[in-house]
């Protein structure tokens, strides 16, 4: 028996097009579903930005003046090992007229960052570095300890929400029974904005160095998405 040349090649297509039919299998009767689950939780940690800020004719005095202040703020900050701090980059750049003309001034800022659990502490110290600083923003948020064990118990409301998601989809479609084919696990925290009135702290500041707070609350969520596979009979 005689095999035509052209019909081995065409044997070969339709092996492999079988084999990757295999690894690929069609799937039907699936079903994509998600359930979340979240709770309110107080925020435990603050965030505050600060900035010194100057103008001089002299930009080696106005650096100098900037590093003082700065220098003198670290120093008010150190001896609260619960604050942590970071130190921005020195900036300057000279002054201009309006028509966009270099004058002989000079401003200059280098910013401040500080982070603490401990809010009432850092209020106090915050309202003592008023004194040569300014504050630009302030937030508060969840420490990541305290996200990860909301998360752990959000996780199983979560994925008993989404059985009971999966359970109510295969009865109302008349299945006897659901597999799980894929599943995804995701977090969220979301905090409110906090407004800052820089007016009303100074003015809270000079009558008693404190700046007065109000953390808040953030929603920790967790999210179960996926797709079931529904058993007919």
């Known amino acids: 028996m005689r095999y035509l040349p052209w019909l081995l090649p065409l044997a070969l297509l339709c092996g492999v097009a079988a084999a990757r039919a295999d690894d690929n299998p069609l799937r039907y009767n699936q079903v994509s579903l998600t359930a979340e689950a979240s709770e309110q939780v107080g925020n ?5 930005m600060l900035n010194t800020y100057g103008e ?48 002989t001034g000079w401003r200059g800022q280098q910013t401040l960052e500080l982070e603490s659990l401990n809010s009432e502490q850092l209020g106090r110290v915050v309202g003592e570095l008023q004194q040569r600083l300014r504050i630009t ?5 969840i420490s ?3 996200r990860s064990e909301v998360e752990d118990r959000l996780i199983d409301s979560a994925l008993n ?18 597999r799980i084919v894929s599943i995804d696990i995701g977090r969220s925290a979301q905090s ?11 003015a809270a500041a000079e009558a008693k160095p404190v700046v007065p707070v109000a953390t808040g609350e953030s929603e920790v969520a967790v999210t179960v998405s996926g797709t079931i596979e529904l058993v007919l009979p």
């Open 56 to 103: 001089d004719s002299d930009a080696t005095r106005l650096a100098g003046k900037i590093n003082q202040d700065m220098a003198w703020a670290l120093s008010v900050v150190k001896p609260h090992p619960d604050i942590r701090a970071a130190t921005g980059s020195y900036q300057t750049w000279p002054l201009t007229d309006k028509d966009g003309r270099i004058t």
């Open 144 to 146: 990541e300890r305290k």
């Open 192 to 202: 409110p904005p906090v407004l800052y009135r820089p007016r009303l702290a100074m």
């Open 137 to 141: 923003g302030m937030n508060f948020k």
């Open 44 to 48: 435990d940690t603050m965030h505050v």
């Open 161 to 178: 929400a989404f059985k009971a998601r999966a359970k109510r989809a295969a009865t109302n479609l008349g299945a006897g029974n659901f």
